[in-house]
């Protein structure tokens, strides 16, 4: 009896067939590691027609294809395609963002070099990783914490880093000069929690420092948010607007339900805010209130039926609109704008119109005012009237203020009064 055909890989005996490729030559495929490969020429694909799987095959007569290895895929790709014949295991592991992989998936001619040792490391890094994150989660991290986390540490383990010696990966950091301090230190917290959830001590070991360096934001004109909103889908240009006139981050304007606005007021209220930040009710235009009175009520949710997904879609579409405009206008300029760039530009005009560094902290819902402080170095915006803002809860204080040639603006919904007087200068 003939020995069964074997998986040049790993040694396995457990092969599918796995159709032809291009030249005709039957491919083959171990149900083990996924490894894809095809018979040499000494064996045609007549004489394998009618098996379900390859067990008369001489062993020894197969070859590695030149397809790359499906275990050097990156465990950060998103695209979740499963598999047939898989555990129940293995399909909860494809369903993590840092684990899918897409079964036969053709990646370049380059042979593959993995050796054995290197695939265990990488099944043990994976199982870890599963493991690590299951641990964040019961923390009550967030999600995307959680995600970032796992995707730093394989980020070190993808650059030589041997995550059992704390020594190997300050090395790693050192010798790396791609990496922003920035991201090093997004690296070195992230392995902190590793290896506190692995019990790897660090007390002996001296940790370097690395400080994020604060940048300026970039805050572009008026005109270019609105001709992005005009060329923008009816939903997308209502999210922009929102955004615009709310200075809300993504997330929290996918959130936003049809009881968090009030279109008589022009009051639209953040009742869920991110990062942990402070909820809070913005004025807002009527054109604003609108565009949002246009969309479909199909979900509590004003943009979707799950904020996540409404997040992930309209900043597909944005980007989508934004490379059609400037295809259109060749304004180079417009690629430098991102929906986090509306919140920016949000905070920036409101401080320039207010002079108010707190009134600023308070709409923009941030915990520290050292979040809030780099809207005072931005530069004055030509598009942008500023007005000195006062705040006056009695009749007294409106009287003063009039006979100072301030002019009322509007009533918060705490009940509060603003006056607003246009200065002719900056200071």
């Known amino acids: 009896m003939t020995e069964a055909a074997q998986c040049p890989r790993c040694g396995s005996d457990r092969i599918w067939k796995a159709g032809r490729d291009a030249k005709g030559k039957q491919l083959l495929l171990c149900r083990d590691c996924l490894r894809r490969f095809h018979v040499k020429g000494n064996v045609t ?30 465990f950060m790709l998103s695209k979740d395609v499963g598999s047939h014949k898989l555990s129940s295991v293995a ?11 897409e079964l036969g998936t053709e990646m370049s001619t380059q042979r593959t070099t993995t050796t054995f ?41 993808r650059n030589g880093a041997n995550l059992n010696n704390p020594d190997s990966i ?9 990496w922003s301090d920035s991201y090093k230190c997004n690296l070195l917290q992230s392995y902190k929690a590793f290896a506190k959830w692995k019990k790897i001590s660090l007390q002996d070991v001296e940790l370097p420092k690395y400080r994020s360096k604060e940048t300026q934001p970039y805050v572009p004109k008026e005109t270019l948010l609105d001709q992005l909103i005009a060329s923008s889908g009816w939903k997308t240009s209502a999210f922009q607007q929102v955004l615009k006139e709310t200075g809300a981050r ?14 008589t007021s022009h009051i639209i209220t953040i009742r869920n805010p991110a990062k942990g930040g402070m909820p809070r009710q913005i004025h807002v235009s009527e054109r604003c209130i609108q565009m949002l009175g246009r969309l479909p009520h199909q979900s509590d949710y004003i943009f979707g039926k799950n904020p996540k997904s409404i ?28 929906l986090h760039t509306f919140r920016h530009f949000y905070a920036t005009k409101l401080y320039l119109q207010t002079r108010d560094i707190r009134y600023v902290q308070k709409k923009m819902g941030h915990k520290s005012i050292a979040s809030t402080i780099i809207y005072e170095n931005s530069e004055p915006n030509q598009d942008v009237e500023t007005f000195t ?16 040639g301030y002019e009322f603006h509007y009533r918060t919904a705490d009940g509060v009064d603003l006056f607003r007087k246009k200065v002719t200068g900056f200071d």
């Not at 879609?313 to 704008?337: C, E, M, P, Q, S």
């Open 170 to 178: 300050l090395t790693v950091l050192a010798l790396n000069e791609k």
């Open 91 to 101: 399909n909860s592991l494809n369903t993590l963002p840092f684990y899918n992989r």
């Open 389 to 404: 803002v006062k705040a006056v809860t009695t009749k007294e204080e409106a009287e003063k203020l009039i006979a100072l």
């Open 250 to 263: 993504t997330i929290e304007a996918a959130s936003l339900q049809w009881v968090d606005v009030d279109a």
């Open 45 to 74: 694909p007549e004489s394998l027609e009618g098996f379900e799987a390859i067990d008369e095959v001489p062993n020894g007569i197969v070859s590695c294809s030149t397809k790359k290895s499906l275990d050097q895929l990156s």
């Open 311 to 338: 997040a992930e879609r309209t900043r597909i579409n944005f980007y989508w609109a934004r490379a059609h405009t400037v295809a259109k206008t060749g304004n180079k300029d417009l690629l430098r704008i991102h």
């Open 117 to 157: 040792q290197d695939r265990t490391s990488e099944q043990t890094l994976k199982g870890e990783l599963v493991t690590f994150t299951f641990h964040s989660r019961k923390l009550n991290l967030a999600m995307v914490t959680t995600y970032n986390r796992a995707r730093c540490i394989e980020n070190l383990y």
